[in-house]
């Protein structure tokens, strides 16, 4: 962040400021983006607390920081999501001229029912003090077998029985398998209703799942549905096996891939992108990811 402005006497506070050059109000209370002294920099983002005129019009405003994860203890991990900042009790004083123009930084259960969030929606699920690095709160809910709180930037299903969530690439789904899904029963939860009901009965009952006859489940989960609560500080203390570290498990097992190799390389510069990642671990088998990694590589077999 940069540094606090000097206030000037004189100020007298003032309920709302237009932004130069617009028609756009800010008002006590909004949440806006102000500008770096780094272009290369994202924006950053702050609520407004108030605003001060001094006696030669020069606009002051106060705010209250939001950080983004890599500016927090423990930086950005595969949890966060794009647009997750967290509210801080860093405050600031800086000159009204540096605001861009408004955001919206939604409540986290609210963000994950918006469709389609464009750039300027943004969403809290903690606070965090700068000084002593502690989050708030501390618990949170955790999801699949890898047990990390949910990111809804990341496509999960839902098991049918037990309403715990799983990332695709943790179950070993392709995302347009998932999708056409009316139901789905994770490993364990399937091997207690084969003993239940027997394997014949079974696939009756998820044969008459698929046609239909049950509510599809949603993709966002809910603080109901499981009762499994991890703490954050424990969560980012502790390594995660993240996809990098997935896709490296992945990619140093696959036969006829030498590690080392021009083509294993080439590979890694290929799954720097997140979605390409997320896309070869959710391949099949090693024989779909070989030959995926070839022809995005221009390698043709003899």
């Given at each position: 962040?940069?540094?606090?402005?000097?206030?000037?006497?004189?100020?007298?506070?003032?309920?709302?400021?237009?932004?130069?050059?617009?028609?756009?109000?800010?008002?006590?209370g909004?949440?806006?983006?102000?500008?770096p002294?780094?272009?290369?920099?994202?924006?950053?983002?702050?609520?407004?607390?108030?605003?001060?005129?001094d006696?030669?019009n020069?606009?002051?405003?106060?705010?209250?920081?939001?950080?983004?994860?890599?500016?927090?203890?423990g930086?950005?991990?595969?949890?966060?999501?794009?647009?997750?900042?967290?509210?801080?009790?860093?405050?600031?004083?800086?000159?009204?001229?540096?605001?861009?123009?408004k955001?919206?930084?939604?409540?986290?259960?609210?963000y994950?029912?918006?469709?389609n969030p464009?750039?300027?929606?943004?969403?809290?699920?903690?606070?965090?003090?700068?000084?002593?690095?502690?989050?708030?709160?501390?618990?949170?809910q955790?999801?699949?077998?890898?047990?990390?709180?949910?990111?809804?930037?990341?496509?999960?299903?839902?098991c049918?029985?037990?309403?715990?969530?799983?990332?695709?690439?943790?179950?070993?789904?392709?995302?347009e398998?998932?999708?056409?899904m009316?139901?789905?029963?994770?490993?364990?939860?399937?091997?207690?209703?084969?003993?239940?009901?027997?394997?014949?009965?079974?696939?009756?009952?998820?044969?008459?799942?698929?046609?239909?006859?049950?509510k599809k489940?949603?993709q966002?989960?809910?603080?109901?549905?499981?009762?499994?609560?991890?703490?954050v500080?424990?969560?980012i203390?502790?390594?995660v096996?993240?996809?990098?570290?997935?896709?490296?498990n992945?990619l140093?097992?696959?036969?006829?891939l030498?590690?080392?190799?021009?083509?294993?390389?080439?590979?890694?510069?290929l799954?720097?992108?997140?979605?390409?990642?997320e896309?070869?671990?959710?391949?099949?088998?090693d024989?779909?990811?070989?030959?995926?990694?070839?022809?995005?590589?221009?390698?043709?077999?003899?």
């Open positions: 962040m940069e540094f606090m402005a000097k206030l000037r006497s004189g100020e007298t506070d003032i309920n709302s400021y237009r932004i130069k050059g617009t028609e756009n109000i800010i008002r006590v909004d949440c806006v983006l102000i500008r002294s780094d272009a290369r920099k994202p924006k950053y983002v702050a609520c407004v607390e108030k605003f001060e005129k006696n030669n020069n606009v002051n405003v106060h705010v209250r920081w939001y950080y983004r994860p890599e500016e927090a203890f930086g950005r991990r595969i949890f966060h999501g794009a647009n997750e900042l967290f509210l801080t009790d860093h405050y600031d004083v800086k000159s009204a001229d540096v605001i861009e123009g955001c919206v930084v939604h409540p986290f259960n609210d994950t029912k918006i469709d464009g750039p300027k929606d943004f969403y809290c699920r903690f606070e965090y003090k700068v000084d002593t690095q502690v989050f708030t709160p501390d618990d949170v955790v999801y699949c077998i890898c047990e990390i709180p949910y990111n809804p930037d990341i496509f999960m299903v839902q049918l029985r037990c309403r715990d969530r799983y990332h695709l690439a943790c179950v070993g789904l392709t995302i398998k998932a999708k056409a009316n139901q789905y029963l994770c490993s364990d939860c399937f091997s207690k209703c084969k003993e239940e009901v027997g394997e014949n009965n079974l696939n009756n009952f998820t044969d008459e799942e698929h046609n239909g006859n049950a489940p949603t966002v989960p809910t603080e109901l549905e499981t009762s499994t609560q991890n703490s500080t424990d969560i203390k502790e390594p096996m993240d996809s990098c570290t997935r896709m490296m992945v140093n097992n696959i036969d006829g030498e590690c080392g190799s021009t083509l294993w390389l080439e590979a890694l510069q799954l720097e992108d997140p979605v390409r990642r896309m070869f671990l959710a391949m099949k088998n024989a779909a990811r070989l030959a995926w990694i070839k022809l995005r590589c221009n390698i043709k077999d003899n």
